[in-house]
């Protein structure tokens, strides 16, 4: 298995294990963004996570791959562990705290599994390091925070996907989304990135391993309720946070962009939901 320390080794551009790669990262829209269409769509998202797993063993077994059935098994976990229960807006006691605990699983297993099944140091979690921030990433900082005022307000009044969020008028509901939209943007840094992204970047040049990670990423994003003409805001996010991270393999950097830009998603859905309450934005 490719050792921690190679995984910015220039990789092949074209490869066997584009095909595995490229099925699960395509069940994704099937198992997140149309979750529950039809049983089979279901069957079908399933069906190419298993021919996924499958076909890189085979490539593992025949040579034409190097340990590319673990770390795909690793990403396959985590999907399955997000898909056994709904992603969609809901911050009522109970889903609160049984979403926490599904996301925390689908970070925590499969790095456990890597550590002490495998013995692998691929996934981890590097809280410190990549200071200090150079003057372009403070500028590209304010630039989100920018853009993100500008775009966000329009994005969610006039395509109507707030209502995709619950109504908050009560504190405890405004802390409850506060804490909810934090928690996920922090979990999808930590799945997403530095451990889908990581683990395809094994295998693939950094630019096919961007796009399988965002294929998962927007996926769920769209269950989480990024619908209508979302996709153009949140592919670019998410392919801009995988190359960030692969150039300053700094955690805490994509996840202060991160951070702020939900900041921003927070407030824009609290000026909607409440009128008036948030006089800051344009629209």
Not at 113 to 124: C, K, L, Q, T
Not at 142 to 164: E, K, T
């Given at each position: 298995?490719?050792?921690?320390?190679t995984?910015?080794?220039?990789?092949?551009?074209?490869?066997?294990?584009?095909?595995?790669?490229?099925?699960?990262a395509?069940?994704?829209?099937?198992?997140?963004?149309f979750?529950?269409?039809?049983?089979?769509?279901?069957?079908?998202?399933?069906?190419?996570?298993?021919?996924?797993?499958?076909?890189?063993?085979?490539?593992?077994?025949?040579?034409?791959?190097?340990?590319?059935?673990?770390?795909?098994?690793?990403?396959?976990?985590?999907?399955?562990?997000?898909?056994?229960?709904?992603?969609e807006?809901?911050?009522?006691?109970?889903?609160?705290?049984?979403?926490?605990?599904?996301?925390?699983?689908?970070?925590?297993?499969?790095?456990?599994?890597?550590?002490?099944?495998?013995?692998?140091?691929?996934?981890?979690?590097?809280?410190?390091?990549?200071?200090?921030w150079?003057?372009?990433?403070?500028?590209?900082?304010?630039?989100?925070?920018?853009?993100?005022?500008?775009?966000?307000?329009?994005y969610?009044?006039?395509?109507?996907?707030?209502?995709?969020?619950?109504a908050?008028?009560?504190?405890?509901?405004?802390?409850r989304?506060?804490?909810?939209?934090?928690?996920?943007?922090?979990?999808?840094?930590?799945?997403?990135?530095?451990?889908?992204?990581?683990?395809?970047?094994?295998?693939?040049?950094v630019w096919?391993?961007?796009?399988?990670?965002?294929?998962?990423?927007?996926s769920?994003?769209?269950?989480?309720?990024?619908?209508?003409?979302?996709?153009?805001?949140?592919?670019?996010?998410?392919?801009?946070?995988?190359?960030?991270?692969?150039?300053?393999?700094?955690?805490?950097?994509?996840l202060?962009?991160?951070?702020?830009?939900?900041?921003?998603?927070?407030?824009?859905?609290?000026h909607?939901?409440?009128?008036?309450?948030?006089?800051?934005?344009?629209?």
């Amino acid at each position: 298995m490719p050792a921690a320390d190679t995984l910015d080794t220039p990789r092949p551009a074209w490869s066997w294990a584009l095909l595995p790669g490229i099925l699960l990262a395509g069940s994704a829209p099937l198992m997140f963004a149309f979750r529950g269409s039809s049983v089979a769509q279901t069957l079908a998202a399933y069906g190419m996570l298993v021919a996924a797993l499958i076909a890189a063993w085979l490539l593992d077994r025949a040579r034409r791959t190097d340990g590319l059935f673990r770390d795909l098994l690793l990403i396959a976990v985590g999907m399955l562990i997000v898909s056994t229960v709904s992603v969609e807006a809901d911050i009522s006691w109970g889903n609160f705290f049984l979403l926490g605990f599904v996301l925390a699983a689908a970070v925590a297993v499969p790095y456990l599994i890597s550590r002490f099944v495998f013995r692998d140091r691929v996934i981890r979690f590097p809280w410190r390091g990549g200071w200090p921030w150079s003057r372009v990433q403070w500028g590209y900082i304010a630039l989100v925070l920018g853009l993100g005022w500008l775009i966000l307000p329009f994005y969610f009044i006039s395509s109507g996907v707030y209502l995709n969020w619950p109504a908050v008028t009560e504190w405890h509901e405004i802390l409850r989304l506060f804490i909810g939209v934090n928690a996920v943007g922090t979990w999808d840094e930590l799945f997403f990135i530095l451990t889908v992204f990581v683990l395809f970047k094994r295998h693939f040049p950094v630019w096919q391993a961007n796009l399988l990670q965002a294929t998962i990423f927007v996926s769920f994003l769209w269950e989480l309720g990024y619908q209508a003409w979302g996709p153009l805001l949140t592919i670019p996010f998410a392919l801009l946070q995988g190359w960030i991270y692969s150039k300053t393999k700094s955690l805490p950097y994509v996840l202060t962009v991160h951070l702020l830009f939900d900041a921003i998603v927070f407030l824009v859905i609290v000026h909607a939901r409440n009128p008036g309450a948030l006089p800051i934005f344009l629209l």
